[in-house]
């Protein structure tokens, strides 16, 4: 089992930054973040692959997203800019045993989840 944990999130005004981390317990080849808004699916925002060479991005964040990778220390990341009220939501980190890149949910670990709350 491998686990992930997410840290980052936080309460942050409209048109502000934050950058999420996200840790895996072990070396994963595709890693991936979603999120969730209340009474919504879970939508899938942004994903890497281990060298970094392929990324593929929501159009929902595309240009204000960027992830990013650690391998050295088995860590994604997410930076969110230009964060919206819409943007508010739960948002987990997730892996695969897999080295293709996929935009759906399936990924095979998953995180706890940070929330992220932006206010207008």
């Known amino acids: 089992q491998v686990h992930m944990v997410e840290s980052g999130g936080g309460l942050v005004q409209a048109g502000g930054s934050l950058k999420l981390s996200c840790v895996a317990s072990?070396?994963?080849?595709?890693m991936g973040w979603f999120r969730q808004a209340s009474g919504k699916e879970r939508e899938f925002l942004a994903g890497?692959?281990?060298?970094?060479?392929?990324?593929a991005y929501a159009d929902s964040v595309q240009g204000r997203f960027t992830i990013s990778r650690d391998n050295a220390k088995n860590t994604v990341y997410l930076q969110m800019n230009n964060l919206q009220p819409e943007d508010t939501a739960v948002y987990f980190c997730?892996?695969?045993?897999?080295?293709?890149?996929?935009?759906?949910?399936?990924?095979?670990?998953w995180g706890q989840g940070t929330q992220v709350t932006v206010s207008s």
């Open positions: 890497i692959t281990r060298n970094s060479r392929n990324k």
């Open positions: 072990a070396s994963m080849d595709v």
């Open positions: 997730a892996a695969r045993r897999s080295y293709v890149l996929v935009t759906t949910k399936e990924y095979d670990y």
